[in-house]
C-alpha cells in the first residue's frame, strides 16, 4: 500500500471531518482508511506522536489536503488536551475518530507470554493500546453531534492464542471490550463505535512480531479467501462504519481478515502449505 493507491471517489464523507490517530508510514492500515474517506470528500486531521514520526506524517497528511496535524502523545494528558484542543480550535466540532495506535516492548513479543511479561511492560502496553482509545473516545465525543462515529483497529490474537503475540493480545482484548462499553456510553448521544479486527498486514507494528512471517503464510493458506487481507478492504470497512451506511451499527468488532477467524480447523493442504 503506497500513497499513490487508488479509491473510488463519491461523497459518502462530503461535508464531514475526522480526525486520524496512528498513522505510521505510507503502509499503515490508518493510512489506507485515510485515504479512502478522503477520496469519499472527508476533511481530515492528523497526530504523531514525536518529531521522528512527523518526517513520516506531515507529507502523506498534506498529500490529503490535511487541515490539522499535531502532535500528539497518548500517555500524556498535556500533550492530548493540546491535540484536542487544535482540532476543537480549527473545527468545533468533529464527525469521526479512527484510532490505529498500539505499542508494546518487542522484548515482550517473543517466547512465553507469562515469563516475559513485567508489570511495566504489562502497564505500558495497556496504556497505549487499550487506555487511549477510551481517553480519545472521550474527548473527541465532547466534540460530536448525533450521528458521529469512531472505530479502533484490533486483531485476531485478542481472542485466540497467537505465538508472540503474547501481552498485545491481552492490550487488544481489553481494547475490543472497551468498545463496547463505550458504544454503551455513548449510544444514548448518537454516536456510534465500532472496532475492525484485521487480517495480518505487512506494517511497521506487524514488523516487530518474531513469527510474523510464519503468521502471513499461515493466513494466507487456512483462509478461506486463500489470499492476505487487502488494506483496502479494511478501509472499505472503515467506510461502511463511519459513514451513514454504518447506522444501527454499534459495539461490533468486525473482521476483515479472509474469513481466517471462521476457521476452526484447517484443511489438510492448508497446513502442508504454511
Known amino acids: 500500500m503506497s500513497e499513490e493507491a487508488t479509491f473510488p471517489k463519491g461523497d459518502l464523507m462530503a461535508g464531514k471531518r475526522g480526525l486520524i490517530m496512528g498513522v505510521a508510514n505510507k503502509n499503515s492500515i490508518a493510512w489506507a482508511i485515510a485515504q479512502q474517506l478522503r477520496a469519499q470528500g472527508a476533511d481530515l486531521a492528523f497526530t504523531y506522536v514525536n518529531a521522528a514520526m512527523e518526517r513520516r506524517v506531515r507529507p502523506l497528511a498534506e498529500s490529503v489536503g490535511a487541515e490539522i496535524i499535531v502532535e500528539c502523545d497518548v500517555t500524556d494528558d ?98 475490543e471490550a472497551s468498545t463496547r462499553y463505550i458504544a454503551r456510553d455513548l449510544g444514548p448521544r448518537g454516536i456510534r463505535v465500532n472496532a475492525i479486527s484485521a487480517g495480518p498486514i505487512k506494517t511497521l507494528a506487524a514488523a516487530g512480531i518474531s513469527s510474523g512471517r510464519h503468521m502471513f503464510s499461515f493466513n494466507r493458506s487456512a483462509s478461506p479467501l486463500r489470499d492476505d487481507t487487502d488494506p483496502k478492504g479494511v478501509a472499505g470497512a472503515a467506510l461502511y462504519l463511519l459513514s451513514d451506511l454504518g447506522a444501527s451499527c454499534t459495539g461490533e468488532t468486525h473482521h476483515v481478515d479472509g474469513g481466517f477467524h471462521i476457521v476452526g480447523m484447517p484443511d489438510e493442504s492448508a497446513l502442508r502449505g504454511a
Open 78 to 175: 498535556a500533550s492530548m488536551d493540546a491535540a484536542f484542543k487544535a482540532v476543537a480550535d480549527k473545527w468545533g466540532a468533529l464527525d469521526f475518530l479512527v484510532h490505529s495506535i498500539a505499542f508494546t516492548d518487542k522484548s515482550a513479543l517473543e517466547g512465553s507470554f507469562v515469563e516475559n511479561t513485567t508489570r511495566q511492560v504489562f502497564k505500558d502496553t495497556m496504556d497505549v493500546s487499550a487506555f487511549s482509545f477510551v481517553d480519545a473516545a472521550n474527548r473527541a465525543s465532547k466534540m460530536m453531534k448525533p450521528g458521529g462515529s469512531m472505530i479502533t483497529l484490533t486483531y485476531l490474537g485478542s481472542e485466540r492464542t497467537i505465538p508472540n503475540y503474547n501481552v498485545m493480545g491481552v492490550a487488544k482484548a481489553a481494547l
